[in-house]
């Protein structure tokens, strides 16, 4: 992944694995019998307590916010996701959890420039307990690195602008003052909970995919504290896999000796029109070249290039389809050179990092629950569907029914205009505390 790691240009970031991208609302037939006419639900005084202490946190957690959000912690960020990671190791060691890091894990570069890179830590925070096993998972990391020009946390009336305050500082909030609201009134004790904050999500959780999966075996239900917008909670998911091409050619002077090259950019730009052209949008697939590189210098046959391709598909067998096209293309050779005998060399490497999210029962009374809780405290929740995938895809896909976007409500997550909406802090806290405490109820099976 290569270049793309170096991370050269706002650009380039802006093609980062979009994560909370294209939502879109289903339509009245599209929506589940179940999920449609939800009963508000009736809340005890417990439950209302919680709503209580929460309101009095508001202000320390707008600071709490504000200190996140301070630490920069751009997926290749070591420094700031080792003090990130620190901060929250405490808060919840603070909760009563056992905490440790994990290796980020490696990966290779796959580029012309060769290499690999090392994620950062990611934390693991656990709780045994009487209940059923509940995995909450989140990450650390956001797509703004150091140089980034979006850095600042700014108030206005309702809203805060900020890098990660939605995406997901903000949902990483929820989920710690919903433990918070729940240890006060001693009711943490009997929870069986596994804390997972990783920091490679915004690179497609490549270092982390395996301890998500492996834990996602290991429990009963999983939540995911990404945001969302507006009153819709995601319910299913596109799949997300991504590849990567490098071409090598052979360099030579483009005026002297032009001849004896062979141009790893022209390989490149056959491949590139014949990838674009797997797109079929009847069939929900999309696949996108979103960044190419390529050559050393203007007056030099350009001895290497890459390209970085980004794919969407409603079901695996799809995805799976589309990565081996891509290898069968990448297979044919088009670019020699007869004199010298010289031909460019392609090498393919694709993962499916994103599993699509498909419909799931368990999941569909999972979301009935919290949109009944939900209506009670004043937001009718609706669901949709998303282009774009979460770690809770990889859980739900590794047999774990899990609800994705019970964190804070606001717009332009990846972009300089990501924001939240302040009034939705408490409501989403209250929401999260409530539903925890009912499925904490539930002992193990
Ligand atoms: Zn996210």
């Known amino acids: 992944m290569a270049n793309f790691y170096r991370m050269r240009s706002p650009i380039f970031i802006s093609i980062l694995l979009f994560v909370i991208p294209a939502v879109s609302s289903l339509t009245e037939s599209e929506i589940p019998k179940s999920l449609k006419e939800v009963p508000a639900a009736v809340l005890n005084q417990k439950e209302k307590a919680l709503g209580q202490w929460i309101e009095k946190q508001e202000k320390q957690m707008l600071k709490d916010l504000e200190k996140m959000v301070a630490i920069n912690t751009g997926t290749l960020n070591k420094e700031g996701l080792d003090k990130y990671r620190n901060y929250l190791q405490r808060e919840l060691k603070g909760l009563g959890f056992t905490t440790k890091t994990v290796d980020g894990g490696k990966v290779p570069k796959f580029s012309c420039e060769g290499g690999e890179i090392q994620f950062s830590d990611h934390l693991l925070a656990e709780k045994a307990g009487a209940s059923q096993k509940i995995l909450l998972s989140g990450h650390m990391d956001t797509v703004f690195n150091k140089t980034h020009d979006f850095q600042k946390f700014i108030r206005q009336g309702d809203i805060i602008r900020g890098p990660g305050v939605l995406d997901m500082k903000g949902g990483i909030l929820v989920m710690l003052y919903a433990l918070k609201a729940l240890k006060n009134q001693g009711e943490l004790k009997d929870a069986h909970i596994s804390i997972i904050l990783n920091s490679d999500e915004e690179m497609g959780s490549l270092g982390s995919n395996k301890l998500l999966s492996d834990l996602a075996k290991n429990h009963d239900l ?25 071409f090598n050619g052979k360099a030579s002077h483009a005026g002297s000796s032009h001849h ?3 141009s790893a950019v022209k390989e490149l730009a056959h491949k590139v029109l014949k990838i674009e052209k797997l797109t079929d949008y009847n069939k929900g697939v999309t696949v996108n070249v979103g960044m190419v590189q390529g050559g050393e210098a203007r007056n030099t046959v350009p001895p290497c290039a890459e390209a970085y391709v980004d794919l969407r598909y409603p079901k695996v067998s799809l995805g799976q389809k589309l990565l081996k096209r891509i290898k069968d293309i990448g297979s044919v050779v088009e670019v020699k050179n007869p004199e010298t005998k010289d031909e460019v060399k392609t090498k393919v490497w694709g993962v499916l990092h994103r599993p699509a999210k498909e419909e799931n029962k368990k999941t569909d009374e999972m979301l009935k629950e919290i949109f009944s809780i939900s209506k009670t405290l004043g937001l009718e929740l609706r669901p949709s569907h998303s282009g774009g995938g979460t770690d809770g895809s990889i859980m ?6 899990t609800v994705d976007s019970l964190g804070l409500i606001g717009s332009g997550a990846h972009s300089n205009r990501e924001l939240i909406k302040v009034s939705s802090l408490v409501h989403r806290t209250h929401l999260a505390a409530i539903y925890l405490r009912r499925l904490i109820q539930q002992k193990k099976k």
């Open 396 to 401: 739900q896909a590794a047999g774990l029914p």
């Open 260 to 262: 004896k090259g062979v």
């Open 222 to 246: 999983g939540l995911v504290f990404e945001g969302s917008s507006g009153n819709r909670i995601t319910r299913t998911r596109k799949g997300l896999g991504q590849a990567r091409l490098v």
